[in-house]
């Protein structure tokens, strides 16, 4: 500022000392002392701790944090970088500054930190210093690893999940909520049933909390019960092994309903019949002639438990031949859909007879002529359910659509690899489950499965989709995919991308 008006500036120069023990010119301190001889007269780390003995898990792979708390954390983590952290003692007599691994074999059972600390020293002087702190592992295996290896049946306690249906879809669906919020980390067992999964807990806390999960997500009923092991009769100890029975709602999505008289007149006279279009705690029931819908949730539900007239392994597959609006478009519970007047026939009947069917469909703002649609065919169904014949006078309609097919342009991609892929749970295999009609009847249910995650994002929504290194995209994708084939797009897998810290720093430079 002095120098841009021209004015006269003394310059300011910093003076130098010798030091007083080794006599070389310095920059003034508290101490009067150089750096080198600082350190050897003073050391800051004495009396804190080198050398440490830390308690590893080898079967989950945790740490003991005393007194009884176990972390599950992987080798050169931010989560291991603080638990060693935190096992040095004496450690706040000192200002940390730096903390970092420093490489060591994989086999050695060492782990090595080095840490960076500051303390005040003589007259006012701050002196930093590193130095290297070394962890001794000792593998023992926890209280929970420790039983299952003694014996892999003492459990505590068992959940059963129960759907009484003809397939496998709810608990596909539920098992990728699982594999999301981790909810099975404290099982130490699950098993594949005919019509459900059980997980087998040591304690009856973590039962009690993954059943409370479960309600969350999906209208259920429970009960639970408990059986006498033993008992330790001076000490007053009773041992018992607990069972939770959970039971879902045999309502799936996509099931066509007949509501019973007392529960449509609950809702304002709705239906009686609807489509369940969403399952969470609470069924979704759409009526598709009107667009009217109301939400039961599970108390609801099991007052008046109701069936499916219905279900998806029914649907039978349309042509639309024409097909006319009626009426605007409506946001129905996040969805949007269109009341129209469809022409339809089915591909079945193609070369055998000209039969036509003129329906009304929620589905106008998706279906075009020339498309082809799934739905449920009354007209030649033989339907035996008790609440449709409560309804005196009530006229069936002869086809019901559910949702728009892409079975031809599947064709196309038949055998080809997906850009995505989804976990499972480790999971056994009840003997009444094997056999090779059963492994084929889920296999077929699971690519069905996959294939509504690709046509419905309400349902990927909450789950976990990863990319599939395998996978590689060809020049032909675009054009046989086209823009109305549903596909899930690169923004929906990022939960499974790993980024090297140079592709990072590239990436950053290229912004």
Known sequence: MAQEAGMFTVPKTIGSVLCCKCGILMQPNAANMCAKCLLSEVDITEGLQKHVVIIHCPECESYLQPPRTWIKTQLESKELLTFCIKRLKNLNKVHLVHAEFIWTEPHSKRIKVKLRVQKEVLNGAVLEQAYTVEYVVQDQMCESCTRVQANPDQWVAAVQLRQHVSHRRTFFYLEQLIIKHDEARNAIRIKQMDQGIDFFFVNRSHAGKFVDFVGEVAPIRKRNDKQLVSHDQKSNNYNYKYTFSVEICPICREDLICLPPKVAASQGNLGPLVICTKVTNSLALLDPFTLRHCFLNAEQYWRVPFKALLSSRQLVEYIVLDIETVSSEVVVGGSK??????????????????????????????????????????????????????????????????????????????????????????????????????????????????????????????????RNKEYQPSEMASDIDGDDFPSIRIEELLADLELSDEEMEDGSTRE
């Open 337 to 466: 859909y269109v009341v129209a007047d469809a022409q339809i026939a089915r591909v079945s009947d193609f070369g055998k007879n000209d039969i036509i069917f003129n329906v009304r469909t929620h589905l106008g703002h998706l279906l075009n002529p020339g498309d082809y649609a799934l739905g449920y065919d009354l007209y030649g169904a033989n339907s035996n359910d008790i609440e449709l014949d409560r309804y005196k006078g009530l006229v069936v309609p002869e086809v019901i659509l559910i949702k728009k097919s892409y079975e031809e342009k599947r064709q196309r991609k038949r055998n080809k690899p997906r850009s995505w892929k989804l976990k499972s749970l480790n999971m056994e295999i009840d003997n009444s489950t094997r056999g090779r009609d059963n492994e084929e009847k889920m296999d077929s249910e699971y690519e069905q499965f996959k294939r509504d995650l690709e046509e419905n994002p309400e349902l990927r929504f909450n789950i976990s989709l990863y």
